[in-house]
């Protein structure tokens, strides 16, 4: 069992940047983010993996990093040239098991934070 807690959202302009944080109760080696946007499918953001191997969403790639503490309890989702499109509900995942390949799969993914909002306007 892995509880997870994610912090850092808020309200933003287009273009604007910000941080999000997930803590973890215990170790854990793969943490991900997802996102729910109103009327929308949870998607899958970002992973960060094994031996620091990491996987993006198309739609964020080159906005988004994802990063994770030496201690293996901490991921961060660092978002910049934040578009109202990734106005969302922005939920920290674990899985299990960590693949040797990142994936974004939803239903791999067991434990979830409470989520934290993301708003982006024009």
């Known amino acids: 069992e892995v509880y997870l807690a994610e912090s850092g959202g808020g309200s933003v302009q287009s273009g604007g940047s910000l941080r999000l944080s997930c803590a973890a109760s215990?170790?854990?080696?793969?943490m991900a983010w997802f996102r729910q946007a109103p009327g929308k499918e949870r998607e899958g953001v970002a992973i960060?993996?094994?031996?620091?191997?990491?996987l993006y969403a198309d739609s964020v790639k080159g906005r988004f990093t994802i990063s994770q503490d030496k201690n293996k309890r901490t991921a961060l989702l660092e978002m910049t040239n934040l578009k109202p499109e990734d106005t969302a509900m922005y939920y920290c995942?674990?899985?299990?098991?960590?693949?040797?390949?990142?994936?974004?799969?939803?239903?791999?993914?067991?434990?979830w934070g409470q989520g934290t909002q993301v708003t982006v306007s024009s």
């Open positions: 995942a674990a899985r299990e098991s960590c693949p040797a390949i990142p994936d974004l799969t939803l239903e791999m993914h067991k434990y």
């Open positions: 215990r170790i854990t080696y793969c």
């Open positions: 960060i993996g094994l031996r620091g191997a990491t």
